[in-house]
């Protein structure tokens, strides 16, 4: 069973900066993508960053030039680094990841980000 913990969320003004981790139990290149997803209270969960086994990135709109998802393929994870951050940021950062062959779907436990105004 695939195991994806992410880390590195917590509290941060308004305009700073926070980098989470992702990661996996099994060679990122198990995977056909990777990405970063989060839930806002009371609202659905949304795609943030995602990467591919090609190491393609695509990005929602709404973090375009402020966040940044990349890959360490020797520690077998995937990082969002996160700059300019505001209240609309804040939400709980879910790591998902697709199996390659059969794409099986595979999601961390997430991990909270508080950005206060």
């Known amino acids: 069973q695939v195991q994806l913990a992410e880390s590195g969320g917590g509290l941060v003004q308004a305009g700073g900066s926070l980098r989470i981790s992702c990661a996996a139990s099994?060679?990122?290149?198990?995977?056909?993508?990777m990405g970063w997803y989060r839930q806002a209270p009371g609202k659905q969960r949304e795609l943030v960053a995602e990467?591919?086994?090609?190491?393609?990135?695509n990005y929602a709109e709404f973090v375009k030039g402020r966040f940044t998802i990349s890959r360490d393929i020797a520690k077998t994870t995937i990082d969002l680094q996160m700059n300019s951050l505001n209240s609309e940021d804040t939400g709980v950062y879910y790591c998902?990841?697709?199996?390659?062959?059969?794409?099986?779907?595979?999601w961390g436990q997430g991990t909270q980000v508080t950005v206060s105004s």
């Open positions: 099994r060679s990122i290149f198990t995977f056909n993508t």
């Open positions: 990467i591919t086994l090609s190491g393609s990135t």
């Open positions: 998902k990841a697709v199996g390659r062959g059969i794409p099986t779907i595979y």
